[in-house]
């Protein structure tokens, strides 16, 4: 990561001063905004303060203008919004036309979205349209200042072994999709002050051609990346029946079980609980690391969570160096009494 590409010579590329400013697509669920939403406008600031232009952002559903002034909360200068009753759940067509409108009449230079289903989706179809490059599921995004402008996206390549910087030197808008707890969220501050620019949204039913019936939730799936809390366990666990207890303390702290992939590897408990490089990179405000003793490929999924409490019997743990909290000892007995003590408050 640290062998960024060199600035490339303005003079080897088209003249892109038409495209100005860095927008943000604000992805939500029935108006509930997804947190990598507000993480990617805490990152495109960065970016935006560097080129010295705007912060904007896309707001598209139905009833959604609360998300268009928390999007000003949390950094946005601008905010395009679409608010019309085709929009109210996501479908591919009628929101790539909506943000295609915003990119061919504001022009910005840099568009982020989530590297979510959706994000992937939308980004995809855009990109197709428009047609512009796109770099899909980044962990690092920063920009060459003025005169090339390029956005350096850069995510694992080559099963993950490097890193690779992506540039998009041929068009404009530079696109990328970005994993979700890896950047920071601004503070939210509602006393900010933006613009809101209302869009309208003409499309009928025909040329939609899809139909949204019913959304119907896999009560089985656990939502990890939004989750504030995170018990996780990993090798030290010995097996799939010890992670019942780690489940135990998460459901007392309102939490969720994650794991290394050791322990998914293993097949004692499913990818969706994964963390680290190959699994979910997680921002909780609680992090416990449990058996897990460290490794690299598991720091850089959580080491940017609030606190990290690590339990292993080893005191030479690398884990202990990323945690804010150590307890040496069994985890076989330490991880009951703090139920058991979180239980009694
Ligand atoms: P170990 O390293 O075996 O650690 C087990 C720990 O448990 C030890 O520290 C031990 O002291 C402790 N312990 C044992 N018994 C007890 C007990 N009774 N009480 C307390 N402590 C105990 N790893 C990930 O986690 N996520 C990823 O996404 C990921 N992606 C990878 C991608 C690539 C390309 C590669 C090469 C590797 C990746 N890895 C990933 C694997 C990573 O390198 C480690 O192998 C893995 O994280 C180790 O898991 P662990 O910490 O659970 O197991």
């Known amino acids: 990561p640290e062998q960024k590409p060199a600035a490339q010579p303005a003079d080897d590329m088209p003249d892109w001063s038409a495209y100005r400013g860095v927008l943000v697509y604000i992805e939500h669920r029935d108006g ?23 912060l904007m952002a896309l707001v598209i559903g139905d009833n959604v203008k609360h998300l268009a002034e928390e999007a000003i909360a949390y950094g946005a200068n601008r905010v395009f919004l679409f608010d019309a009753k085709e929009l109210k759940s996501y ?8 943000s295609m409108k915003v990119i061919h009449e504001i022009k910005p230079e840099i568009v982020l979205f989530g590297a979510t289903a959706t994000g992937r989706d939308l980004a995809g179809a855009i990109a197709t349209h428009l047609p512009t490059g796109l770099t899909a599921d980044t962990t690092e ?14 995510r694992p390549a080559f099963s993950e072994k490097m890193m690779a910087t992506i540039l998009c030197k041929q068009y404009r808008p530079q696109m990328a999709t970005a994993r979700a707890g890896v950047f920071e969220a601004l503070p939210r501050d509602p006393n900010r002050q933006g613009e809101i620019v209302q869009f309208e949204f003409a499309m009928n039913e025909s040329e939609i051609a899809a139909k949204v019936l019913d959304f119907i939730q896999d009560q089985s799936k656990i939502n990890i990346e939004e989750a504030e809390i995170i018990v996780a366990g990993g090798r030290g666990l010995g097996g799939p029946e010890p992670f019942k207890m780690l489940k135990e303390l998460a459901d007392e702290l309102g939490g969720v079980v994650g794991a290394s992939r ?3 590897d293993a097949g004692w408990i499913k990818h969706e609980h994964q963390v680290g490089q190959t699994g979910y990179t997680v921002r909780p405000k609680l992090y416990f690391a449990i058996g897990i003793s460290g490794a690299v490929q598991h720091l850089v999924g959580m080491q940017n969570s609030g606190i990290i409490v690590a339990i292993n019997r080893d005191p030479d743990a690398p884990i202990f160096k990323a945690a804010h909290y150590g307890i040496v000892g069994d985890l076989f007995q330490i991880v009951p009494a703090i139920t058991e003590e979180v239980r009694k408050r």
């Open 262 to 264: 050791a322990a998914v």
């Open 141 to 154: 995004l920063d920009v060459e200042p003025h005169p090339s402008r390029l956005l350096l996206a850069s």
């Open 32 to 54: 509930v905004a997804k947190s990598v939403s507000w993480q990617l406008l805490g990152q495109g600031k960065k970016l935006a303060d560097k080129l010295e232009v705007d």
């Open 91 to 98: 479908r591919t067509r009628p929101y790539s036309r909506a």
